[in-house]
């Protein structure tokens, strides 16, 4: 048993979390709200914590003569690691809970009870500060109870201590399905969440010599699901600005004011720098030129993306390389990565690390690089990938693409004759005009907003969301172009992936020549797993 934290438990706890993690990572990849077949949080999660052993393995066991701890050198060197390995939502907040543990105890001579609580407390805060829209009963609401849990035990017996975390992380991830429909209708506890409980396990089982090893919670009965109201905020504003801003905390309160007053939906995080800092800016306007000069105001504004709610396309320009400009595009498929790579794109495989991407950003040779994710967990990756290249002194923006065919729509209208910041929006507007599906199988029984499913029926996901399930792919495909051609479109783009049937690109341009003369149909090779089809409509 332990009464500090030294560096050899910090190796020991990063080794043992992984080995939890790897024996229960199919478990967690199953904790998915959706029956669909590519649900990875374990396996980010699991990729993530190795390379932070790698990250520990490499250290020859020098400390730098003014640096931290042996402790906090060992700490630094495990977060700096998963940073660069992380991999999905799940795995870039786990690298920011860390992070904050590792900057909280570096200079502390001794990692007791207290220390503990005080390391986790910064660790939550530092995962609330990487998302811009935190939401409750998700990884988040879990850490968080771990440190409350922490500091309530009020003692420096580390033993104690990480008990309490461990405990009252548990008694969160049973709670998260009451804070979050998503997971009440598909009857699971959030993914990452059960991820953090392995690790924080593992710490105990370091610290006491005790093995706390608790069965996951069972399934619940799924909930019916029921009609939620606009969780993006209010109808009344077509537009969302986001931007990170360099200003310190009085201008960016008096900048939360003058939002407040330009719309709603607004979130502003910063990096807990008690001096001028990087703050995450968030918010749903009409006027988006006052919303960015306020940031100006405030101090440096960067990064800015603004997306179109409306359903309306900017005006298409070739494409065309520009000097100091280049653009990444994440791809899984073959075919799509052959799509980009022909749009001039540099093509990193699916499911990156932040390190792969930044390796990609810094490859190009560009002084300013445009991102473009295409899965909503690859988007946390590349956040974190921007901010560590603007550390290198490039200028990165993410434009949010959920699906490779927004990113075709995005590079369609770049043009080099724009500035780059115009350019960013143009594309970021041409993306968010793009409505998107994904039509797959669904790998088990679950309850979805359009009814249950059975393992092997046909599903088909508009903008995320379970639309249609059917039993036949090229029914299903139709159906789902026709529901998306009836609120308007002019141009539809078909990606069959690996697994489509011969033939289902050319049955579904048949049936939309038949049902709408007037639509444009493009198709393309994809070679995506998981999802027999793509379908774009612009």
Not at 96 to 102: P, V
Not at 214 to 238: H, K, Q
Not at 394 to 414: F, G, N, Y
Not at 443 to 449: H, I
Request: hydrophobic share 45%; glycine share 12%.
């Amino acid at each position: 048993m332990l009464d500090t934290l030294d560096a050899a438990a910090v190796r020991r706890w990063c080794a043992g979390g992984l080995v939890a993690l790897k024996r229960h990572q199919g478990e967690i990849d199953d904790l998915n709200v959706y029956p669909v077949p590519d649900g990875d949080t374990g396996t980010n999660m699991v990729l993530t914590l190795t390379s932070a052993q790698q990250a520990l393995a490499m250290d020859l066991g020098t400390l730098p003569e003014d640096g931290p701890t042996a402790h906090g050198h060992a700490l630094r060197l495990m977060a700096r690691g998963a940073l660069l390995g992380a991999r999905g939502n799940s795995g870039v907040i786990l690298s920011q809970i860390l992070r904050g543990f590792a900057d909280a105890v570096a200079a502390a001579p001794a990692v007791r009870g207290r220390e503990l609580a005080a390391a986790l407390r910064d660790g939550t805060a530092a995962a609330y500060a990487a998302v811009a829209r935190p939401v409750e009963g998700t990884l988040l609401s879990v850490v968080a109870a771990a440190a409350h849990a922490a500091e309530r035990a009020d003692t420096d017996d580390l033993r104690a201590v990480v008990r309490a975390a461990a405990g009252g992380a548990a008694h969160a991830l049973a709670r998260t399905p009451e804070q979050l429909p998503a997971l009440a209708r598909a009857g699971v506890v959030d993914a990452g969440g059960r991820g953090l409980c392995l690790l924080l396990d593992a710490l105990v089982e370091v610290v006491t010599g005790e093995n706390p090893e608790r069965p996951a919670p069972a399934r619940r009965p799924v909930r019916p699901p029921a009609t939620a109201v606009r969780e993006t905020g209010s109808e009344e504003y077509a537009y969302e600005v986001q931007f990170l801003l360099d200003a310190g905390p009085e201008a960016v309160a008096r900048l939360r004011d003058e939002l407040a007053g330009l719309g709603d939906s607004l979130v502003v995080v910063g990096d807990g720098n008690a001096g001028t800092g990087t703050w995450n800016v968030h918010v749903h306007v009409n006027d988006v030129g006052a919303a960015i000069e306020a940031g100006v105001v405030a101090g440096r504004p960067h990064r800015i993306s603004v997306t179109h709610f409306a359903d309306q396309r900017a005006p298409v320009s070739p494409p065309a390389a520009a000097d100091g400009r280049a653009a990444v595009v994440v791809a899984a498929g073959a075919g799509i990565a052959e799509l980009f790579a022909g749009e001039g794109a540099t093509v990193v495989p699916g499911n990156p690390s932040i390190g792969e991407l930044l390796d990609a950003i810094r490859a190009t040779g560009a002084a300013r690089v445009v991102v473009l994710p295409n899965d909503p967990d690859t988007q946390a990756v590349a956040n974190a990938a921007a901010r560590e290249a603007h550390g290198l002194g490039v200028k990165v923006s993410v434009v949010p693409t959920r699906s490779p065919v927004q990113a075709l729509a995005a590079l369609a209208v770049r043009d080099p004759g724009r500035r780059f910041a115009d350019d960013v929006i143009a594309m970021a507007e041409a993306a968010g005009a793009c409505r998107y599906a994904e039509v797959c199988y669904a790998r088990r029984e679950a309850l979805t907003v359009a009814g249950p499913c059975r393992p092997g029926d046909v599903l088909a996901l508009v903008e995320g969301e379970v639309h249609l399930i059917g039993s036949d792919l090229i029914d299903t495909c139709a159906a789902v172009v026709d529901r998306m051609l009836g609120g308007g479109g002019e141009l539809v783009t078909l990606l069959p992936g690996a697994d489509a049937p011969d033939g289902l690109a050319d049955a579904v341009r048949e049936h939309v020549g038949r049902r709408w003369p007037f639509v444009e149909v493009q198709a393309y090779p994809g070679g995506q797993p998981h999802y027999p089809l793509l379908v774009g409509v612009e």
